[in-house]
């Protein structure tokens, strides 16, 4: 964050020292309007909000609306008006003209655990739908299928199917039938995995955005860390445990019907595969279950979350090369109980791109989770009283250079328009401020530049870390009004100011 002079204002990012003109023509209303109290509290002055904040990629189809009031058509002062044809003049140069800040998108971090889940970075968050084909909401979380689904069910289908033919040959082209009902049965184990991580993290009182089924397993997005080492513990263990259930399940079915029968087949496949999927999670590495039971233990023993977070996403790294280099090496020399293969068969490709597969998940699952505990570690940074921008209350029908000669006077970098008796109705985009030439600024009145300000959009200077960041993603906007508890004016919040003060808390080092 930028540092404030000796008056406690912010700097407005290079335009520091710049004072409005085009005050020429301007009428000054008969009702004096007094400024907002100024900030003497703070030390740090607003640098910028996150809202964008890493580029968005999170599996981003996260399409938020820009709130804006357009300038009104039938205004003779509209400078977009083409028919007026005079020449605009040296650009304007105050702290409310600077180019304006598209709307950013905040983005909540999230815990994601899964067989083979991938924990996803803060900033690539998707909501609502688009997560694949809607299956149903379990205990009130929707479950969707992701398209990869079917690519990877038609691989088990294909793969399982020719194992039938050797063991079951009298099926004949029955046996893909038998296959695909195999491929759905287990991946209703992997939902079953995924449940017992969300049942648990609803007794926890951690909020669960969906559970997704895709191409390696299954993810549940868990949108707020446990609150201790004990409870993580839990959370990432319920996963493998019921997958183990699962498997004890399916044995014992399996002794129940005759050996050698498609129900015998198939139970025997779906107790193998959940043992698979237990073991695999209990690796010891990030993003993996195991590795989120290694952070608690970690994070138990030294106290501090963060040094867990390093400890598992380092193991779970170092675990993407053991699975590149070793997963091939198994299958070659048969001691995952298949038979030794011939180098460079295909076979072997098949073996060094599932390796490559799944080195690259791991790898990226664990890097993405040291940069979500990074944006934990930093998130209390992000403090709307620091980063509110000191405003000037005005009345709708204050022509805007008055208004802005009334911002530089009073230092400050925000326009809020107010009723006769003081009350907020809007506030002043700076985008619109930008669009208007610096020669028809004194025919234009603040009103028909402001957003009305929303239930949404009136937010508490107390308001910190992730709490205000899901106080900001409720109502996209570029500027949001801040008040005290007394409901005062405290200022205005732009969210551009907060990505810039988000991304430059993503850059520091933990």
């Known amino acids: 964050m930028d540092e404030s002079g000796g008056s406690g204002r912010p700097r407005s990012d290079g335009a520091e020292g710049r004072r409005p003109s085009g005050t020429d023509g301007s009428v000054e209303p008969s009702r004096p309007v007094d400024t907002a109290r100024p900030r003497h509290d703070e030390a740090e002055g607003p640098a910028p909000v996150p809202g964008n904040a890493t580029a968005k990629a999170r599996e981003t189809q996260d399409t938020r609306e820009v709130h804006g009031t357009p300038n009104n058509p039938s205004d003779p002062s509209d400078p977009s008006d083409p028919n007026n044809s005079e020449t605009p003049e040296a650009p304007a140069r105050d702290r409310l003209t600077k180019a304006a800040p598209q709307d950013p998108h905040p983005e909540r971090s999230r815990a994601t655990h899964g067989p083979a889940g991938k924990a996803t970075p803060p900033t690539k968050a998707r909501r609502g739908p688009g997560g694949g084909l809607l299956m149903g909401k379990p205990f009130g979380v929707p479950v969707y299928v992701a398209p990869s689904w079917f690519l990877v069910a038609a691989l088990i289908t294909w793969v399982f199917g020719g194992q039938l033919d050797r063991v079951l040959p009298e099926l004949g082209g029955a046996r893909y039938l038998v296959s695909l009902f195999f491929a759905v049965a287990f991946y209703a184990s992997v939902l079953v995995h995924e449940l017992a991580h969300t049942v648990a993290a609803l007794r926890f009182k951690l909020p669960v955005r969906r559970i997704q089924l895709q191409f390696f397993g299954g993810v549940s997005e868990i949108e707020k860390e446990s609150e201790t080492p004990g409870r993580e513990f839990v959370l990432a263990f319920v996963g493998p445990l019921l997958s183990l259930v699962l498997a004890g399940v399916f044995y014992a079915g399996m002794r129940a019907v005759e050996p050698g029968t498609v129900p015998g087949v198939l139970l025997a496949g779906l107790m193998i595969s959940n043992l698979i999927v237990a073991a695999f999670n209990l690796l010891p590495g990030l993003p993996l279950d195991g590795g989120r039971m290694l952070r608690a233990v970690v994070w138990k023993i030294t106290g501090k979350p963060m040094s867990g977070t390093v400890a598992a996403a380092w193991v779970g790294r170092a675990l993407a090369i053991s699975v590149l280099i070793g997963l091939p090496l198994l299958n070659q020399s048969g001691a995952l109980g298949g038979e030794a293969q011939d180098i460079g068969g295909m076979d072997t490709v098949m073996d060094a791109l599932l390796a490559a597969i799944l080195a690259a998940i791991i790898w990226t699952g664990a890097g993405n989770s040291l940069r979500v505990a990074r944006l934990r570690e930093h998130l209390p940074e992000l403090r709307a009283r620091t980063l509110t921008r000191r405003a000037v209350p005005v009345e709708g029908d204050t022509p805007l250079s008055e208004a802005l000669r009334r911002a530089n006077d009073a230092g400050a970098r925000a326009l809020v328009v ?8 809007s506030v002043v985009r700076e985008a619109a401020i930008v669009s208007v030439p610096e020669h028809r600024r004194p025919w234009v009145t603040v009103s028909g530049l402001a957003q009305d300000i ?38 205005v919040l732009s969210a551009a100011d907060v990505e810039r003060a988000f991304v430059k808390a993503m850059a520091r080092p933990s």
């Open 418 to 425: 107010v009723d006769p008796d003081g009350d907020p109705l």
């Open 454 to 491: 929303t239930e949404g959009m009136r937010v508490s200077a107390e308001l910190a870390g992730e709490e205000l960041l899901d106080t900001l993603r409720a109502t996209p906007a570029t500027e949001y009004l801040v008040v005290e508890d007394s409901g005062e004016i405290y200022g």
